[in-house]
């Protein structure tokens, strides 16, 4: 059974970092896709980073300077989002999914087939 659950969230204040976890399991394929996407209040969900699991592609929506920072551990059971310098903007529940088994990963939401519940990011200034 395919099962991803996302944690670390919480409040911290403006400038803060967080590191947010997405523990998975189940996924049989030889590659797959990991999106992290986030709903602010009153928006639309949006794609924030994504990491194949061979670690050959990543990217994220601050195209790589450091605002935010994808990966994954050693075993490959956890995908990680750094998030760095935080801003109110950034206050929103994150979502970990799975696109299994793509040839290139994707931004659109669509595309991720298993979403995790979220976690909730409060940022105050």
């Known amino acids: 059974q395919q099962h991803v659950a996302e944690s670390g969230g919480g409040s911290v204040q403006a400038g803060g970092s967080l590191k947010l976890s997405c523990a998975h399991s189940?996924?049989?394929?030889?590659?797959?896709?990991f999106g992290w996407f986030r709903q602010s209040p009153g928006k639309e969900r949006e794609w924030v980073a994504y990491?194949?699991?061979?670690?050959?592609?990543?990217y994220d929506r601050d195209s790589g300077r450091g605002r935010f920072a994808v990966s994954q551990d050693l075993a490959k059971t956890t995908v990680y989002l750094q998030i760095n310098r935080l801003k109110p903007e950034d206050t929103g529940i994150y979502y970990c999914?799975?696109?299994?088994?793509?040839?290139?990963?994707?931004?659109?939401?669509?595309?991720?087939?298993?979403w995790g519940k979220g976690t909730q990011v409060t940022v105050s200034s």
């Open positions: 999914a799975v696109d299994p088994g793509p040839w290139i990963c994707g931004v659109e939401s669509k595309y991720y087939r298993v």
């Open positions: 189940g996924f049989t394929e030889e590659r797959n896709c």
């Open positions: 990491i194949r699991s061979d670690d050959e592609e990543k």
